[in-house]
T-cell receptor, first 117, second 117 residues
Framework: AQTVTQSQPEMSVQEAETVTLSCTYD???????LFWYKQPPSRQMILVIR??????QNATENRFSVNFQKAAKSFSLKISDSQLGDTAMYFC??????????????FGQGTRLTINP | DTAVSQTPKYLVTQMGNDKSIKCEQN?????MYWYKQDSKKFLKIMFS???????INETVPNRFSPKSPDKAHLNLHINSLELGDSAVYFC????????????????FGPGTRLTVT
């Protein structure tokens, strides 16, 4: 079974700073997907960024980037120039790859990120 | 336009009651999911349906019964509600089989906060 671990329950930084959220996972699969989801106080689950395990290049979406270390089974999220609107719970998630078929997301425990003005 | 919608958004009820949560997606996806987020914010898959067929059924009490009248709808019925059922329930959808562009991304609804008193 796959497991996802986020070792930082809470983090807090000043606005405009850079912050990195950690995530490690355990799997025997070779092909899979990794995600970071954001859950603001509105409760909505918002996909921030995704990474395919077969891609060596780290994914980037504007101020959000990941450091994917497949051998180490590590998938950290870096938020640059943090903004007040980045305040939220952040969840790391794992999904097995299948060419077709429903696949469940396995989530980490979450990191509560607070951006201070 | 709302992609994945859930009704109701809030549900307060007493122990022993039976309640239903409805989910609808207008993305044309063929697969829908129910996730449960507990009081510690941990998210876990409950069920997945593809074209009205149950695909994923995690270890969930049989008081929980999903029903999919068509591929755009997945409802969750809960019998004999217990205090421990209090949680936020998320519906999600994805295109997991050919017949559309297969995507591993899951799109979440806004969640239903269920409180059992």
């Amino acid at each position: 079974a796959q497991t996802v671990t986020q070792s930082q329950p809470e983090m807090s930084v000043q606005e405009a700073e850079t912050v990195t959220l950690s995530c490690t996972y355990d799997t025997s699969e070779n092909n899979y997907y990794l995600f970071w989801y954001k859950q603001p106080p509105s409760r909505q689950m918002i996909l921030v960024i995704r990474q395919e395990a077969y891609k060596q290049q780290n994914a980037t979406e504007n101020r959000f980037s990941v450091n994917f270390q497949k051998a180490a089974k590590s998938f950290s999220l870096k938020i640059s120039d943090s903004q007040l609107g980045d305040t939220a719970m952040y969840f790391c998630a794992f999904m097995k790859h299948r060419s077709q078929g429903a696949q469940k997301l396995v989530f980490g425990q979450g990191t509560r990120l607070t951006i201070n003005p | 336009d709302t992609a994945v919608s859930q009704t109701p958004k809030y549900l307060v009820t007493q122990m022993g009651n039976d309640k239903s949560i409805k989910c609808e997606q207008n993305l044309g996806h063929d697969t829908m999911y129910w996730y449960k987020q507990d009081s510690k914010k941990f998210l876990k898959i409950m069920f997945s349906y593809n074209n009205k067929e149950l695909i994923i059924n995690e270890t969930v009490p049989n008081r929980f019964s999903p029903k999919s009248p068509d591929k755009a709808h997945l409802n969750l019925h809960i019998n004999s509600l217990e205090l421990g059922d209090s949680a936020v329930y998320f519906c999600a959808s994805s295109q997991a089989h050919s017949g559309g562009p297969v995507s591993y991304e899951q799109y979440f609804g806004p969640g239903t906060r269920l409180t059992v008193t």
